[in-house]
């Protein structure tokens, strides 16, 4: 009888030969199945693996687990959804909540930016920085109700910090050597008031533009050896407005971008206009646009019943009548309490919520659309902005013939500054400017061309160059990676007066074509 697979295993022969056969066939058939077991049992167990982590990242997806959000995370410390997954991931669609995170600016020490990017042959030859100051105490109060307490005086270990911070607050006196012009004088050049006061630089401010200025120190300073070791006052210009916040803005980002930093080399100007027009403000079709711009916002919000409502409750919970608290201009106040994680104020009515604040700050979303739409504000800032932009142009063109003077400059500005010229550029996605943000100019030099001499404009350190009105066109029929700097001068000295019906600045500002 022939035997079965499974007597082979059972029956162990009589002689010594068939017994060594035997074991030999018996501990081969053992060690294939004992292997078979663990390889099946670790495609299990992978499998078991792979099924957990789906179902995880599925529920924290759709938001069926409650993510915990500490203080420090700007929210109240409580289980509830994740209201901003990552800083860097827009939504799909304007979110109140993370266009306001992305004003606060909270200092970030991974927040770099791609300045001083360029093909390896090309040259560096001068940057102009513009900046909006730091964060600030508000500028308006919501009548009947507590001020956001917040200390202004800089304290080195209390966080948000900068490793420079300490040094920056004990070479205060140092600072006095600086040349500064006329009411800058009369200045704090630090914030300095336990109760800060209106308007006033936080330390979150100081810290912002510390980082900013070491980043651009890593790259103009320390990579593309933007300025000599032996670098004069004539090497950089700087202006700044007459208030203490866009001051000490400045002072904070030259202090970390120019480390050993001798103070006796710098010379402040005073910029009396928040639109840095200096000898050039004379242009009363500017202001029309202004005030068109204006009725258009006030059009805009009448029709908007929802905020209208949210006015009202909020006027009943201040005690004050609803046109009152309008014009106290309350989302000013409200995102200082947002981005210093301060509750929003409370009476013996009740308390102002986040779901009012989310109302006001989506209907500035929405007119900033509608501002878009309708050009009017798009006309106002090229008036408002050309003296600015022919000033940097008339530099640049210095440069490039071979002249070494202001090689860095630095405008520490407002809102209102850098808004009308990000909207001149005619740059459409940009947010509105945040505290501490920057939009720079950097112009280079063919390595191999030396004629050739090209502009890259960056806004918060993502290069926008090929979405202003006079480069859009060029990247997609040229070899070159850069924007030619003759695009830019062609704008600035013609081109953006073409929607005017004029050929120049005084031209456009005069001609009455209503």
């Not at 306001?100 to 300045?115: F, I, V």
């Not at 001798?262 to 005030?291: A, V």
Request: net charge positive; glycine share 4%.
């Amino acid at each position: 009888m022939q035997a079965t697979p499974s007597a082979l295993l059972t029956h162990t022969p009589e002689t010594p030969k068939g017994r060594a056969s035997w074991r030999s066939n018996h501990n081969g058939s053992l060690k294939m199945c004992v292997a078979m077991f663990y390889r099946n049992r670790f495609l299990f167990l992978l499998a078991i693996v792979v099924l957990l982590a789906v179902l995880s990242l599925s529920l924290q997806f759709l938001h069926l687990i409650p993510m915990t959000r500490s203080k420090e995370d700007g929210m109240v410390a409580k289980s509830r959804k994740r209201i901003l997954v990552n800083l860097y991931t827009a939504p799909p669609k304007l979110d109140p909540i993370y266009e306001a995170y992305q004003y606060c600016n909270m200092p970030n020490k991974t927040d770099r930016g791609l300045e001083g990017h360029a093909p390896s042959d090309y040259k560096l030859l001068s940057v102009h920085v513009m900046i909006r100051h730091g964060d600030r105490y508000p500028l308006y109060a919501i009548p009947k109700t507590k001020p956001p307490p917040i200390d202004c005086i800089l304290i080195p270990t209390r966080k948000p910090s900068h490793r420079l911070l300490e040094t920056f607050i004990k070479n205060r006196n140092i600072v006095t050597a600086c040349k500064l012009d006329g009411p800058l004088n009369n200045i704090a050049l630090l914030p300095s008031h336990t109760v800060c006061e209106m308007g006033e630089l936080t330390q979150i401010g100081v810290v912002q533009h510390l980082l900013n200025g070491e980043h651009l120190h890593d790259t103009y300073i320390k990579k593309h050896k933007l300025l000599p070791d032996n670098w004069t006052t004539k090497h950089v210009y700087v202006e700044s407005t007459g208030k203490s916040r866009t001051l000490q803005s400045g002072l904070a980002l030259l202090y970390s971008l120019l480390p050993k930093l001798d103070w006796g080399k710098i010379h402040i100007r005073y910029q009396w206009s928040t639109i840095f027009c200096s000898n050039s403000c004379d242009c009363p079709m500017r202001n029309h646009y202004l005030e068109e711009e204006q009725r258009r916002q006030y059009n805009v919000r009448i029709k908007n019943s929802l905020l209208e409502q949210t006015y009202i409750d909020m006027a009943k919970i201040v005690g004050i009548p609803t046109r009152r608290l309008r014009a106290a201009n309350p989302i000013d106040s409200l995102l200082c309490h947002f981005c210093h994680n301060i509750s929003f104020p409370c009476t013996e009515y009740g308390c102002i919520n986040l779901n009012h604040f989310k109302v006001i700050k989506a209907h500035q979303l929405e007119d900033d659309q509608d501002r878009q739409r309708k050009k009017l504000y798009y006309k106002y800032a090229l008036l408002a902005t050309h003296p600015i932009l022919n000033q940097t142009v008339t530099r640049m063109q210095q440069i490039a013939q071979g002249k070494k003077d202001e090689m860095f400059a630095l405008y520490s500005a407002h809102d209102v500054t850098v808004a009308p010229l990000l909207s001149a550029l005619g740059i459409p996605d940009a947010s509105f400017p945040r505290f501490g943000a920057r939009i720079i100019f950097e112009m280079w030099q063919n390595g191999q061309v030396k004629r050739q001499h090209f502009i890259r404009i960056l806004y918060n350190g993502i290069d926008v160059t090929f979405q202003t009105s006079f480069c859009s066109g060029h990247k997609a029929h040229s070899k070159q990676l850069l924007c030619p700097f003759e695009n830019f001068l062609s704008f600035v000295r013609k081109d953006m007066f073409a929607i005017f019906n004029s050929t120049n600045y005084y031209d456009a500002c005069h001609r009455r074509v209503f």
